[in-house]
């Protein structure tokens, strides 16, 4: 053992990882197991587990080509894997596009491509999800209840203390980080069970990031746990319960940020830290 | 632990004016309108009379029909260029079908809605299916259509067409105004869309495809299946324009249309309706299809050559689209 990783046994990796976590007897939200996905001859995920526990932050980071993105699009039915398991609430489950993700209330935030800048607010809640009118006017004539789509999305935003006083403004009225707002209540308004969110900072200056790293906590805070993927490690120690480290495919150790610096995820992401070190699979 | 995230105050200010220019420029079509007839009143005594007014928007009915077509397709990211030739097609069928080969009218004329639905419907797969650029794919199916026309019709005009299939330019009076079916029929397919796109899941959908697709098919939207239906609903509506024209002319005539893809077109874009998709108002359709009515008909009361017509709607469309990039530029 050496001084650069201590206390050791916080470290788990690959092999220990299954036996149980501090986790204690918590069963995961969200679980895979042995995920492979091979493009031609590049395979970006070469058996990835992963876990999920009820009212965590994870945040999930790893090099470049580490198979970071590709877990997540696994995990939010974006793609699907050529070989093992996910499992829902102990539920062995089939994604085969995004919307199944979402029957399982998994819903993903993405980093800018989830807004319809030209619709209002509540327009982009709730986006292929909309709520039509009680009775004939909505069966037959299909009306949509705006009031009552606008008065929900309000809710909505206030309890994640976004203050925004009209959902009738068209979202490219407002700012970047107040837009990443609306994507995260999109999403923690309709997730039961996961919100996945794929660098919601990146595009944001720092007053916004804090913005937004504060709705995460929010999200927690409310019962929902947060997979979070960012390649800014400061957020990630700020925000990050459990530190899930992607490397070539797998994933090599789950690390707490209160037992671990900075200096000692990055090196065991790009693999300087190895050996005895990180207990590899 | 969290103190409540406060709404950017300058952000909010900045969205205070941009929306109020919003609802200006969105009133910029209606003000032309109003100011174009203000003028043409003051100009002529017979503009602004029931009669005259009646026949403004008798002139603008095929237009008008396919404008609403149009209006969708370019809410979409789209643009048709085929509409006009598929209206020909479509009413070339209604009325041979029934004068030629002796088809009961009804049928006649919903086959003729049948051929230019399945016009929609090919653009639309090939537009969708084939990843192919809505320009070209429509640019080949205006030259297709506008063939077959011309072999199908012979190139003859089809006259004395029954009842039915005329029955769009019969009128009605209003204290002393002629009014025509086909007017009524065009006002009601506007409220109709206005409903649809306002006020049902489809619209807003139809909206979100043109203004951020990705978006949309990760909200779990079927794209495909949207554009599809937009190709068809349009086509359904360039099947209602042949009929219309059969009633404007009381002929099916394979010469139809040349122009009103262009025409259209011009509509849409004066509306305030933008070419890039997700942004646009049909009521505004219906306010382009009228200035253009009546910048024509006002310039012909007052005896100024008609290309002068062409000229402004030239200079106007121009400046719509000049108007809609900077807006949409500051909005980025």
């Given at each position: 053992?050496?001084?650069?990783?201590?206390?050791?046994?916080?470290?788990?990796?690959?092999?220990?990882?299954?036996?149980?976590?501090?986790?204690?007897?918590?069963?995961?939200?969200?679980?895979?197991?042995?995920?492979?996905?091979?493009?031609?001859?590049?395979?970006?995920?070469?058996?990835?587990?992963?876990?999920?526990?009820?009212?965590?932050?994870?945040?999930?980071?790893?090099?470049?080509?580490?198979?970071?993105?590709?877990?997540?699009?696994?995990?939010?039915?974006?793609?699907?894997?050529?070989?093992?398991?996910?499992?829902?609430?102990?539920?062995?489950?089939?994604?085969?596009?995004?919307?199944?993700?979402?029957?399982?209330?998994?819903?993903?935030?993405?980093?800018?491509l989830a807004l319809a800048p030209a619709l209002d607010i509540?327009e982009n809640?709730?986006l292929g999800?909309?709520?039509?009118?009680?009775?004939?006017?909505?069966?037959?004539?299909?009306?949509?209840?705006?009031?009552?789509?606008?008065?929900?999305?309000?809710?909505?935003?206030?309890?994640?203390?976004?203050?925004?006083?009209?959902?009738?403004?068209a979202v490219e009225?407002?700012?970047?980080?107040?837009?990443?707002?609306v994507?995260?209540?999109?999403?923690?308004?309709?997730?039961?069970?996961?919100?996945?969110?794929?660098?919601?900072?990146?595009?944001?200056?720092?007053?916004?990031?804090?913005?937004?790293?504060?709705?995460?906590?929010?999200?927690?805070?409310?019962?929902?746990?947060?997979?979070?993927?960012?390649?800014?490690?400061?957020?990630?120690?700020?925000?990050?319960?459990?530190?899930?480290?992607?490397?070539?495919?797998?994933?090599?150790?789950?690390?707490?940020?209160?037992?671990?610096?900075?200096?000692?995820?990055?090196?065991?992401?790009?693999?300087?830290?190895?050996?005895?070190?990180?207990?590899?699979? | 632990?969290?103190?409540?995230?406060?709404?950017?105050?300058?952000?909010?200010?900045?969205?205070?004016?941009?929306?109020?220019?919003?609802?200006?420029?969105?009133?910029?079509?209606?003000?032309?309108?109003?100011?174009?007839?203000?003028?043409?009143?003051?100009?002529?005594?017979?503009?602004?009379?029931?009669?005259?007014?009646?026949?403004?928007?008798?002139?603008?009915?095929?237009?008008?029909?396919?404008?609403?077509?149009?209006?969708?397709?370019?809410?979409?990211?789209?643009?048709?260029?085929?509409?006009?030739?598929?209206?020909?097609?479509?009413?070339?069928?209604?009325?041979?079908?029934?004068?030629?080969?002796?088809?009961?009218?009804?049928?006649?004329?919903?086959?003729?809605?049948?051929?230019?639905?399945?016009?929609?419907?090919?653009?639309?797969?090939?537009?969708?299916?084939?990843?192919?650029?809505?320009?070209?794919?429509?640019?080949?199916?205006?030259?297709?259509?506008?063939?077959?026309?011309?072999?199908?019709?012979?190139?003859?005009?089809?006259?004395?067409?029954?009842?039915?299939?005329?029955?769009?330019?019969?009128?009605?009076?209003?204290?002393?105004?002629?009014?025509?079916?086909?007017?009524?029929?065009?006002?009601?397919?506007?409220?109709?869309?206005?409903?649809?796109?306002?006020?049902?899941?489809?619209?807003r959908h139809?909206y979100a495809v043109g203004d951020n697709p990705e978006a949309a098919?990760r909200s779990?939207i079927?794209?495909?299946?949207?554009?599809?239906?937009?190709?068809?609903?349009?086509?359904?509506?360039?099947?209602?324009?042949?009929?219309?024209?059969?009633?404007?002319?009381?002929?099916?005539?394979?010469?139809?249309?040349?122009?009103?893809?262009?025409?259209?077109?011009?509509?849409?874009?004066?509306?305030?309706?933008?070419?890039?998709g997700g942004r646009?108002?049909?009521?505004?359709?219906?306010?382009?299809?009228?200035?253009?009515?009546?910048?024509?008909?006002?310039?012909?009361?007052?005896?100024?050559?008609?290309?002068?017509?062409?000229?402004?709607?030239?200079?106007?469309?121009?400046?719509?689209?000049?108007?809609?990039?900077?807006?949409?530029?500051?909005?980025?």
């Amino acid at each position: 053992m050496t001084e650069s990783v201590s206390p050791n046994n916080a470290l788990h990796g690959q092999s220990n990882i299954a036996s149980g976590f501090d986790s204690g007897n918590r069963k995961p939200v969200l679980e895979a197991r042995g995920l492979v996905k091979r493009y031609g001859q590049v395979t970006a995920l070469d058996g990835a587990d992963f876990e999920l526990f009820p009212g965590e932050i994870l945040a999930v980071i790893g090099d470049n080509g580490a198979g970071k993105s590709t877990l997540i699009k696994a995990l939010a039915g974006a793609l699907v894997p050529d070989e093992g398991e996910i499992y829902v609430d102990g539920q062995l489950v089939h994604f085969r596009n995004p919307t199944d993700a979402r029957r399982y209330g998994i819903e993903t935030v993405y980093q800018d491509l989830a807004l319809a800048p030209a619709l209002d607010i509540s327009e982009n809640i709730f986006l292929g999800r909309e709520i039509r009118r009680e009775g004939p006017l909505g069966s037959i004539f299909r009306m949509l209840d705006k009031r009552r789509m606008r008065d929900e999305s309000t809710n909505h935003m206030r309890d994640l203390k976004i203050g925004i006083r009209s959902m009738g403004q068209a979202v490219e009225t407002l700012s970047g980080g107040q837009r990443q707002g609306v994507a995260v209540a999109r999403s923690s308004a309709f997730a039961r069970h996961v919100v996945i969110m794929d660098e919601p900072t990146a595009a944001l200056g720092v007053k916004e990031s804090h913005m937004v790293l504060d709705l995460i906590k929010q999200v927690r805070d409310r019962g929902l746990p947060v997979i979070l993927i960012s390649h800014n490690m400061p957020q990630v120690f700020e925000v990050a319960d459990r530190v899930h480290i992607q490397r070539l495919g797998k994933r090599i150790a789950v690390i707490e940020p209160r037992e671990f610096s900075m200096s000692d995820a990055v090196a065991i992401m790009t693999g300087a830290m190895v050996g005895e070190q990180v207990p590899t699979a | 632990m969290n103190t409540a995230v406060p709404a950017d105050g300058a952000t909010s200010g900045a969205s205070g004016v941009r929306s109020l220019a919003a609802s200006l420029w969105g009133l910029g079509p209606l003000l032309a309108l109003i100011l174009a007839s203000a003028y043409f009143t003051t100009q002529s005594d017979r503009f602004l009379t029931g009669p005259n007014l009646s026949l403004v928007v008798q002139q603008s009915l095929v237009v008008g029909v396919l404008a609403i077509g149009q209006t969708l397709i370019i809410l979409t990211a789209g643009i048709d260029l085929s509409c006009g030739a598929v209206m020909a097609l479509a009413s070339v069928v209604m009325a041979r079908l029934a004068v030629v080969n002796g088809v009961n009218p009804l049928i006649a004329l919903l086959l003729g809605i049948l051929v230019a639905a399945l016009f929609g419907v090919a653009n639309g797969v090939l537009i969708t299916r084939f990843d192919l650029p809505p320009f070209i794919v429509t640019l080949g199916t205006l030259n297709i259509a506008f063939a077959i026309t011309h072999i199908y019709s012979q190139n003859q005009t089809i006259t004395r067409v029954p009842d039915l299939l005329g029955i769009l330019g019969s009128t009605f009076r209003i204290g002393g105004t002629s009014i025509t079916y086909g007017t009524v029929l065009m006002f009601a397919l506007y409220v109709l869309t206005w409903y649809v796109l306002r006020l049902t899941a489809a619209g807003r959908h139809v909206y979100a495809v043109g203004d951020n697709p990705e978006a949309a098919r990760r909200s779990g939207i079927n794209t495909t299946q949207l554009l599809i239906a937009v190709y068809l609903l349009a086509g359904i509506l360039y099947g209602i324009a042949g009929w219309v024209s059969i009633g404007r002319t009381g002929a099916g005539d394979p010469n139809a249309g040349q122009t009103d893809n262009l025409a259209s077109i011009t509509a849409v874009v004066l509306g305030g309706t933008s070419l890039f998709g997700g942004r646009g108002r049909i009521m505004g359709t219906l306010i382009g299809v009228l200035i253009v009515g009546v910048f024509r008909n006002g310039l012909q009361l007052i005896g100024v050559e008609s290309v002068y017509q062409v000229l402004i709607t030239g200079i106007l469309v121009i400046l719509a689209v000049i108007v809609d990039q900077f807006a949409r530029k500051r909005q980025l």
